[in-house]
């Protein structure tokens, strides 16, 4: 018997984007991340199209979202002009690398300690909780966790 012809994956169509839990206007900043994302995925798509391999993509998709999701982190962090005391982990298959069109994007929130400046923690909480909605509102459908 046959097998039926598979669509390939840049012809998938686009996921539907997910609800936004910050049930607020989706910021300015966060509909420029997903124009990037989405011309940015067009793009690859195009680009697997023409011949490039699974594996070109999947560390293009990846390597796509390291950059949109690198400003989205510098522009919370400068927002009042003080570092942040948190840092970001990618895991999963984003943090291998190999971010497939459909996956989510998989992240820990690395907080200052119990020990630390409850002002510095309480600042690094908030940048974290604001860059889980900015990356639902960008159209990233994010696991996050955060731990000290």
Do not use: N
């Amino acid at each position: 018997m046959a097998t039926p012809p598979q669509r390939p994956v840049a012809e998938a169509p686009p996921p539907a984007s997910p609800p936004s839990p910050s049930a607020g206007p989706v910021s300015a900043e966060a509909r420029k991340a997903r124009q990037r994302l989405d011309s940015g995925r067009a793009e690859i798509f195009a680009r697997h199209r023409d011949g490039a391999g699974g594996q070109q993509v999947v560390r293009a998709i990846s390597d796509l979202t390291d950059s949109v999701l690198q400003d989205m982190f510098a522009s919370l962090v400068s927002k009042d002009g003080s570092p942040s005391d948190l840092a970001l982990v990618a895991t999963g298959g984003y943090g291998r690398r190999e971010l497939s069109p459909r996956s989510d994007v998989d992240l820990l929130a690395l907080l200052p300690s119990q020990k630390a400046d409850p002002a510095r923690k309480a600042r690094a909480e908030a940048v974290a909780e604001s860059l889980h909605r900015a990356l639902w509102d960008a159209g990233l459908e994010a696991g996050f966790g955060a731990r000290t």
